[in-house]
């Protein structure tokens, strides 16, 4: 299976930006390493832009929400069908600002899988330990109980796709950005490989699922994570936004 590198531009690049870099991207798409699947999540609102201009290339589109209901009374929010229409083939799901700042809880990111599997999206599940789960000694538990709760009940098929993403919050850049380890991200990875062999047969965990990193990763650190055994990739937030540290991050995982 290919290695993933995902661009969470947050709210940081508006539709103007986001469509020029796409467009970039796309036109030298080629040069980048042809063994790493790139997604890019722009805002809602550039879906639509960015995903015509990269209709007919190799780079993806995700969204960086979705909601679990097809249509109805819920302002605000975006159906699954117009995300697809627009391209989308992953969303991300749980991001940790979305736990802060939306109160988003493990049994609304269990929904919004379910929905994306219905639609065939693939969720990319964001979990990950804040620094006083971790202070007090219960990272695994936190992660445990998260995948538990996310999951729990939903049936995968073979031909599902699903990606964990490990954000610990206090790596990410703007929730601390303090480097993890390359150990500590193995070993959670590791944890994390149990659960999904507790909640779903061999076949399953191998096939349907890759397992990523996310937090404060840049050019200086993305070998150090990307190169440990059962790290399928990474998920960008900050360095993703500026087209020259992106594309020479891709080239060193
Ligand atoms: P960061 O963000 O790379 O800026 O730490 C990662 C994320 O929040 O997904």
Redesign the pocket.
């Known amino acids: 299976m290919n290695k993933i590198a995902v661009a ?1 531009w ?1 709210m940081y690049l508006n539709t103007s930006e986001a469509s020029h870099y796409a467009l970039k991207l796309k036109k030298t798409e080629n040069t980048f390493r042809q063994d790493v699947d790139i997604v890019l999540c722009p805002s809602f609102l550039s879906l639509q832009e960015v995903g015509s201009i990269l209709s007919g290339s190799k780079i993806s589109l995700g969204a960086q929400d979705i909601f679990w209901e097809e249509r109805g009374a819920y302002t605000g929010e975006v159906s699954p069908a117009d995300l697809v229409s627009s391209g989308c083939r992953y969303v ?1 799901l749980g ?3 979305r736990r802060k700042y939306f109160h988003e809880t493990n049994a609304m990111v269990h929904e919004k899988v379910r929905i994306c599997l219905r639609h065939k999206i693939i969720p990319i599940i ?1 979990i990950g330990e804040n620094w006083d789960d971790r202070r007090q000694g219960q990272k695994d538990y936190v992660l445990i109980r998260q995948l538990n709760e996310i999951l729990g009940g939903i049936d995968v098929n073979v031909a599902d796709a699903l990606i964990i ?1 490990y ?1 610990p919050v206090w ?5 601390g ?1 303090i480097n993890a380890t390359p150990d500590e991200v193995q070993y959670a990875h590791q944890v994390i490989r149990h659960v999904l062999l507790d909640l779903y047969d061999h076949t399953r965990v191998n096939t349907c699922f890759r397992i990523i990193y ?5 050019l200086e650190n993305v070998n150090s994570y990307a190169a440990l055994a059962h790290v399928s990739g990474v ?6 936004t500026k087209f020259d540290v992106f594309t020479q991050l891709i080239q060193r995982m």
């Not at 996310?214 to 840049?218: F, M």
């Not at 998920?235 to 993703?240: D, K, M, T």
């Open positions: 969470n947050k991300l991001h940790s600002e964001c993403a954000e790596a990410i850049s703007a929730g950005g996310g937090g404060s990763v840049d998920l960008v937030g900050n360095a993703s």
